[in-house]
């Protein structure tokens, strides 16, 4: 069965402190690997996604993955972190059935930056 | 342009009873998702509607139903609720052009009493 794996259930960041949050991954077919956000209040919106091409993927406010086939990994990497990017991150992979897909996602992980 | 929307945004009922959660999608788009979020817990995969059809369904009981309505938007159905039903309920739509993206609403957060 097809799973995700989230490392770190919790990380505490000082503002300008590089960021990795690890996400491993179960599937054995082509995979599209997503990571939203949900900051606090607000509803999950789509960080960043890779379908297929080149393995670094940028998406919004500085977020950058790697997809490393071999290891199965969609690690999620930010230089530079700020107060504001306190949230929640969750990693999914698309689930292909049919011709329909869903999305199976992580337990989270709850980031709070200090500033 | 609105985004996905859900109703009501709040839900308290008891055991046994009956719920019934909407969604409107995302303009343009004619799929619609289904998840359950508990606390602490990433979203789980409910079922999927596609032409007004359940296309796949997740590890959910057959008291979990749905229906998809000409105009896409959706009904989640919850019968003789349990207190383990108490979560948030996203709902995410698809565009044709898109199907490997989804984009979540604000949820409904339903509790068990």
């Known amino acids: 069965a097809q799973s995700v794996s989230q490392h770190n259930h919790h990380v505490i960041l000082s503002e300008a402190a590089s960021l990795e949050l690890g996400c491993n991954y179960s599937y054995g077919g082509t995979v599209n690997l997503f990571w939203y956000v949900q900051y606090p209040g607000q509803h999950l919106q789509l960080l960043l996604k890779y379908f297929s091409g080149d393995p670094l993927v940028k998406g919004i406010k500085g977020f950058e993955a790697e997809f490393i086939k071999s290891k199965f990994s969609f690690n999620l990497r930010k230089p530079s972190v700020q107060w504001s990017d306190t949230a929640e991150y969750f990693c999914a992979v698309n689930s292909f059935s049919g011709g329909y897909n869903k999305l199976i996602f992580g337990a989270g992980t709850r980031l709070a930056v200090h500033p | 342009d609105a985004g996905v929307t859900q109703s009501p945004t709040h839900l308290i009922k008891t055991r046994g009873q009956q719920v019934t959660l909407r969604c409107s999608p995302k303009?343009?788009?004619?799929?619609v998702s289904w998840y359950q979020q508990a606390l602490g817990q990433g979203p789980q995969f409910i079922f999927q509607?596609?032409?007004?059809?359940?296309?796949q369904r997740g590890n959910f009981p057959d008291r979990f139903s749905g229906h998809q309505f000409p105009n896409y938007s959706s009904e989640l159905n919850v019968n003789a609720l349990l207190l383990g039903d108490s979560a948030l309920y996203l709902c995410?739509?698809?565009?044709?052009?898109?199907?490997?993206?989804?984009?979540f609403g604000p949820g409904t957060r339903l509790l068990v009493l």
């Open positions: 303009s343009g788009h004619d799929t």
């Open positions: 509607y596609y032409e007004e059809e359940e296309r």
């Open positions: 995410a739509s698809s565009p044709p052009s898109d199907r490997g993206a989804q984009y």
